[in-house]
């Protein structure tokens, strides 16, 4: 499976983005997938995960209630939903995958695939 991120780009405090990822390959569906972010010099951090059927999700307590990750299985793409935007959420975003998982998956030695990342900048 191969990972696309997009929609990143440059936003005001208080403004909104939405971020994709598009999967190739046929196992998207039974995928348990999520989103990490990082910035320069840091460790990368876990944001959000959705399970397989998109019946489950989990955040970070950081983008909880600000953030909504989702995703169409028909589409074979994953979202995120970013409103309320920090300067602190200013990072690069990555999405990832697994198909072993179904569930909520937090660590990021549990995912197997990833995609290559979109920059999301927000100024004050």
């Known amino acids: 499976v191969q990972l696309q991120a997009s929609g990143g780009g440059s936003v005001q405090a208080g403004g909104s983005l939405r971020l994709s990822c598009a999967a190739s390959g046929r196992t998207f569906s039974s995928s348990a997938m999520g989103w990490f972010r990082q910035a320069a010099g840091k460790e990368r951090e876990f944001v959000a995960a959705?399970?397989?059927?998109?019946?489950?999700?989990y955040y970070v307590p950081s983008v909880k209630g600000r953030f909504t990750i989702s995703r169409d299985n028909v589409k074979n793409t994953m979202y995120l939903q970013m409103n309320s935007l920090r300067p602190d959420d200013t990072d690069v975003y990555y999405c990832a995958g697994t198909g072993r998982l179904l569930g909520i998956v937090v660590h990021e030695d549990q995912y197997d695939y990833w995609g290559q990342g979109t920059e999301v900048t927000v100024s004050s």
């Open positions: 959705i399970s397989a059927s998109g019946g489950s999700t």
